[in-house]
């Protein structure tokens, strides 16, 4: 199908929409044609500009055999040149399929992989990192599960991210994060590779999971601390299993039962949530272990060398000199090539 007839086609089917309002419509009815040209007006705007571009583009190229016009002519061609195609360009960015999820809160998981305690003491930096970068987002950052090592590190973590736009910008963020630098523990100075893996969940609703209880098993226990110390006395921490698919969520980060079962089964919902995504479209998502990968050291997406003071995106095959302001949260350079380098694929596979 050619951008053209494409664009016709929003076109008229915008005029409808406009005739269908102005009509004595039900008031179900007239939220839904509301709502549907609400999303089509903007790429309606954009076609008008492109249509006007091209009806000067056509008037120019008229004038061009007058002499008494032709420098003009030439001038308006040569500003239409560009206009043209960067018109088309933010056309065919406004038709791509749009993720569901993207405008949804995200959870994010930090685990230590390969490496031992580098590996957690990292996995705690990029902890601390992702909570700045949705600071400088003015996004709402709550944490979930914190389990810190003794020495300062983290076994593993979960943090509740919301704003705008949270997931459209983190899920680009899932995979394994290598880091290689000297640890404080290493006497010879030699440089070490650990890994940490991340994943980013789109956060559900419960009308997008149907969770079975009797699919739950769901085991209470005392909660525990560092060095298997009791954070409390009774039995407040939770561990929902999911039978059917084997998912296992475990929560015990606060002191009430209830909220820590709340919170067990957010995640769960995230989990499954992201599974069924994938494999309605396993071209745009991947489920969790897809995103995490095994934590080997040979996978990555992106590598901290500290020595050098560098941060490589393997993706897209982005290097910044800039360790020291990302691990401040400044992720933005990364993840707005990451965005563009996809929308870049998709155009080229003709998604419109």
């Known amino acids: 199908m050619s951008l053209d007839f494409r664009l016709d086609r929003i076109v008229a089917r915008a005029d409808e929409l406009r005739a269908m309002m102005s009509e004595d419509l039900g008031g179900e009815a007239f939220v839904k044609a509301s709502k549907e040209l609400a999303e089509i007006e903007p790429v309606v705007a954009r076609v008008d500009d492109l249509r006007a571009a091209q009806k000067a583009e056509d008037e120019a190229r008229a004038m061009l055999s007058d002499p008494e016009m032709k420098d003009m002519a030439e001038a308006e061609l040569f500003e239409l040149k560009d206009r043209i195609p960067a018109i088309e360009r933010e056309i065919r960015l406004a038709l791509l399929p749009k993720d569901a999820a993207?405008?949804?809160d995200g959870i994010l998981e930090i685990r230590p992989a390969a490496g031992g305690d580098e590996a957690a003491l990292f996995a705690a930096e990029l902890f601390a990192m992702y909570q700045k970068y949705a600071a400088l987002r003015g996004w709402r950052f709550e944490v979930m599960e914190y389990d810190a090592t003794e020495l300062g590190g983290l076994k593993g973590a979960l943090a509740e991210v919301g704003g705008k736009g949270v997931f459209a910008r983190l899920k680009f963020e899932s995979g394994v994060h290598r880091v290689q630098r000297v640890p404080a523990t290493e006497s010879?100075?030699?440089i070490h590779t650990s890994t940490v893996t991340v994943a980013v969940l789109p956060e559900a609703q419960e009308v997008d999971v149907a969770i079975d209880e009797g699919d739950l098993r769901i085991d209470v226990y005392r909660a525990s601390g560092a060095g298997g110390q009791h954070v409390n006395k009774t039995e407040?921490?939770?561990?929902i299993t999911h039978l059917p698919t084997g998912i296992v969520v475990a929560m015990q980060e606060e002191r009430s039962q209830h909220k820590n079962k709340a919170k067990a089964m957010k995640i769960l919902r995230a989990r499954m949530y992201e599974a069924q995504r994938s494999s309605l479209a396993a071209t745009r998502a991947a489920d969790r272990k897809g995103q995490v990968g095994?934590?080997?050291?040979?996978?990555?997406?992106?590598?901290y060398n500290f020595p050098q003071g560098r941060v490589s995106d393997h993706r897209i095959e982005l290097t910044l000199y800039k360790l020291d302001r990302v691990m401040q949260g400044d992720l933005d350079p990364f993840i707005e090539a990451l965005i563009a380098d996809d929308q870049a694929t998709r155009m080229a596979a003709d998604e419109i």
């Open 102 to 104: 993207d405008e949804r």
């Open 294 to 303: 095994t934590g080997d050291r040979s996978e990555r997406i992106r590598t």
């Open 188 to 190: 010879q100075g030699r």
């Open 236 to 239: 407040s921490a939770v561990r």
